[in-house]
């Protein structure tokens, strides 16, 4: 399996509090992603990074904010979470040197907003 | 909007064939089809991928139509473990592309003893 962290693995906040997901590569993979995963819409893409301190809007990406100050680590923040982002959140990385490379996922976290 | 329809779920006898169609009507020249799936739980797991050949793994088949308008995921022996959600998606190489990588409902696979 590939070398991938979440840290945490679950987590019960307070609406208003910030709270910072981690996603921790041991591949050297240069590209990460955030999704978040919800009943009756799959999997949606937060924010991706394509290497260290670059990174990119997904799909849902308000009220999140991501860093990545080395290669192996990716962050995700809520500035202030809110009860719409409780929810599963799976940090997934991939190669960049072959054309075709599929994505490997984290273990996920389980995120509760209360 | 995902750009592949599944049916929402399915039933296979264990040790027979899983057959998982995917129609993928407006698929684009440099789009690729790719196929996950997830465990209960647990972060989806790549299966395989192609363009326009049928290909073969470790883990399953795909069977591409000619018009690439439709495939087919085929778990050769399906055991109680292969009971997951599949999901279809079609993509420029993935390489690069995650940013457009949509993840439908996809289809839930039970494996029946």
């Known amino acids: 399996d590939a070398g991938i962290t979440q840290s945490p693995r679950h987590k019960v906040t307070e609406t208003g509090t910030p709270v910072t997901l981690r996603c921790h590569q041991t591949e050297n993979h240069r590209y990460m992603y955030w999704y978040r995963q919800d009943p009756g819409h799959g999997l949606r893409l937060i924010h991706y990074s394509y290497g260290v301190k670059d990174t990119d809007k997904g799909e849902v990406s308000d009220g999140y904010s991501v860093s990545r100050s080395k290669t192996e680590d990716f962050l995700l923040t809520l500035e202030s979470a809110t009860s719409s982002q409780t929810s599963v959140y799976f940090c997934a990385i991939s190669e960049w040197d072959r054309a075709h490379t599929e994505a490997f996922f984290g273990q996920g976290t389980r995120l509760t907003v209360v | 909007d995902a750009k592949t329809t599944q049916p929402p779920s399915m039933d296979c006898a264990e040790g027979r064939a899983a057959n998982l169609p995917c129609n993928h009507s407006?698929?684009?020249?440099?789009?690729?089809v790719y196929w996950y799936r997830q465990i209960h739980s647990q972060g989806p797991q790549y299966i395989i991928h192609g363009l326009k050949n049928n290909e073969t793994n470790e883990m399953a088949s795909l069977i591409i139509t000619e018009d690439r308008k439709s495939s087919t995921l085929i778990l050769p022996h399906a055991t109680l473990r292969d009971t997951a959600v599949y999901y279809c998606?079609?993509?420029?190489?993935?390489?690069?592309?995650?940013?457009?990588?949509?993840f439908g409902p996809g289809t839930s696979l039970s494996v029946i003893p």
């Open positions: 998606i079609v993509s420029p190489p993935m390489k690069t592309s995650y940013d457009k990588v949509i």
């Open positions: 407006t698929i684009s020249g440099n789009e690729y």
